[in-house]
Nanobody, 119 residues
Framework: VQLQASGGGLVQPGGSLRLSCAASGGTLGDYTIGWFRQAPGKERENVACMHRIDGSTDYTDSVQGRFTISRDNAESTLYLQMNNLKPEDTAVYYC?????????????WGKGTLVTVSS
């Protein structure tokens, strides 16, 4: 499956953005899918994960209640709705997919999209 993330940009603290990840060459529902981010000088982290088998979701603590991962199988698109953004959310965001359960050791990656949260 090929993935392409988009939707990043500059937003003020407290604002919202929705990231999209278009998938081709595969059906999103067949994969465990996730959003990751990497801030300058930091390691890449998984911020949201949607599990293949039951569609359940997990979030890292720092975005719980603010970010929502979702997918539209008909459009083969993965989304990340980000609300109440904070400066510490500034990072390059990536979408990724994997055939097996668990958002680690992902097999397929899209190019990142930069999110900058600043006044």
């Amino acid at each position: 499956v090929q993935l392409q993330a988009s939707g990043g940009g500059l937003v003020q603290p407290g604002g919202s953005l929705r990231l999209s990840c278009a998938a081709s060459g595969g059906t999103l529902g067949d994969y465990t899918i996730g959003w990751f981010r990497q801030a300058p000088g930091k390691e890449r982290e998984n911020v949201a994960c949607m599990h293949r088998i039951d569609g359940s979701t997990d979030y890292t603590d720092s975005v719980q209640g603010r970010f929502t991962i979702s997918r539209d199988n008909a459009e083969s698109t993965l989304y990340l709705q980000m609300n109440n953004l904070k400066p510490e959310d500034t990072a390059v965001y990536y979408c990724a997919a994997k055939w097996y359960p668990g958002c680690y050791g992902m097999d397929y990656w899209g190019k990142g999209t930069l999110v900058t949260v600043s006044s």
